[in-house]
């Protein structure tokens, strides 16, 4: 199993731009979610899924679009990138939202 | 918010010696978890306690739950240069959804 993986790792923008960052997990978890972690700072949930097509807002939605197509996939979408979105972007999977949570590499992403 | 705040923020110790750190919460909660972050990665899931159990063991780890008190602490023993890392708690409660504290910075000192 290669757990959970996200592309790219890293990334650098200009304000304004947009990208998707992708998010896969192969253990069949109903529960995928994002949260962005700012230097020296826990985590933040932006946006979670308790399974395909079903999709809601954590604490800092704005700015970012998620879809849960598949139970494998969620993928985060930035639609018109800010300095104050520079921060690394984990991405988690489990069973449900407050169980054990696997979490992906990260993605650090930075805005100019 | 139920948010988990950790204390110390940051801790320096010596090999061999133990490591401790709290973590405070808000309101009531289903479950309480601690992860580990190396520098530059992704959280490592340690040990779940749920708000029924009031101590849990884990290799050299040890949580303990005080529901009451609305705090948990975790016991890092016989510590390792290995085991240098942030420490987050998460609290796990209404609403299907984990808030994570600012964690805890632990140099352990060769």
């Known amino acids: 199993n290669a757990g959970v993986t996200q592309t790219p790792k890293f990334q650098v923008l200009k304000t304004g731009q947009s990208m998707t960052l992708q998010c896969a997990q192969d253990m069949n978890h109903e529960y995928m979610s994002w949260y962005r972690q700012d230097p020296g700072m826990g985590l933040r949930l932006i946006h979670y899924?308790?399974?395909?097509?079903?999709?809601d807002q954590g604490e800092v939605p704005n700015g970012y679009n998620v879809s849960r197509s598949t139970t494998e996939d969620f993928p985060l979408r930035l639609l018109s990138a800010a300095p104050s979105q520079t921060s690394v972007y984990f991405c988690?999977?489990?069973?449900?939202?407050?169980?054990?949570?696997?979490f992906g590499p990260g993605t650090r992403l930075t805005v100019l | 918010s139920q948010q988990g705040e950790e204390d110390p923020q940051a801790l320096s110790i010596q090999e061999g010696e133990n490591a401790t750190m709290n973590c405070s919460y808000k309101?009531?909660?289903?479950?309480l978890q601690w992860y580990r972050q190396n520098s530059g990665r992704g959280l490592v899931h340690l040990i779940l306690i749920r708000s029924n159990e009031r101590e849990k063991h884990s290799g050299r780890l040890r949580v303990t739950l005080d529901t009451s008190k609305k705090s948990s602490s975790l016991l890092i023993t016989a510590s390792r240069a290995a085991d240098t890392a942030s420490y987050f708690c998460a609290v796990g409660g209404k609403g299907n959804k984990l808030t994570f504290g600012g964690g805890t910075r632990v140099l352990v000192k060769p």
């Open positions: 988690a999977s489990s069973t449900t939202g407050d169980n054990e949570q696997f």
């Open positions: 899924s308790v399974g395909a097509g079903i999709t």
């Open positions: 309101t009531s909660i289903n479950n």
